[in-house]
């Protein structure tokens, strides 16, 4: 078999160059869709979106964690967000912290931007039967555990997640399975 020039043999595969082809389309649509609900690009409707579904009240570091941007970086973007609004400091458990909130309008923007995100995704698998959608289902869940990170990791996989979909609570979230598993405990981060 000849090898076309800047392809070398063990190179990628179809399936995994198809994967990240339609792993980087659904994230640019998704981008946009959630940035123009969000009323900001970049990390707010990650930021907006974690703060509604994935953490309670965390502190800035928290925030920076999942978000995976440094300290000065999430500083900004609360700022930004307490500017627009959408986010208020409160007082932190030890007194010497802050705590992080949504106020109703930063809810009513997170809750644009899932409604984005949704819409999104669902156009993506729009050409797929509900059985198709199943073994999809099964298939992306054991990727996903495979790309789970541990305790203390950055940049979560469940940021821009809305937990009632994937049955985080009860149970159906194959990450929050793993991590039970893998570590003994619930919301293990990393994810």
């Known amino acids: 078999m000849e090898e076309r020039p800047g392809h070398a043999h063990g ?5 995994a160059n198809r ?16 940035a123009a ?7 707010a409707p990650a930021a907006l979106s974690a703060l509604h579904h994935l953490l309670d009240h965390p502190s800035i570091d928290q925030l920076a964690q999942v978000l995976g941007l440094t300290h000065s970086g999430t500083v900004r973007l ?13 007082p932190g458990p030890d007194g010497r912290s802050l705590a992080l909130s949504l106020t109703a309008s930063g809810r009513r923007a997170a ?15 729009a050409a797929l039967h509900p059985a198709e959608r199943d073994t999809l ?4 869940g054991r990727l996903l555990v495979t790309m789970m990170r541990g305790p203390g990791a950055t940049r979560w996989i469940c940021r821009l997640c809305d937990t009632d979909a994937c049955e985080r609570s009860t ?12 570590y003994h405990e619930g919301d293990a981060g990393g994810r």
């Open 11 to 15: 190179s990628v595969t179809g399936p």
């Open 171 to 182: 149970g159906g979230c194959p990450l929050e399975q793993e991590a039970r598993l893998r």
């Open 78 to 90: 609360v700022d930004r967000l307490e500017g627009d609004g959408h986010v208020r400091r409160l």
């Open 37 to 43: 609900a969000g009323g900001h690009a970049q990390s």
């Open 111 to 125: 809750t644009r931007v899932a409604a984005a995100r949704t819409q999104t995704l669902e156009q993506a698998l």
């Open 137 to 140: 289902d099964r298939l992306v």
């Open 19 to 34: 994967l990240g082809a339609l792993a980087l389309a659904v994230t640019d649509r998704m981008t946009e869709a959630a």
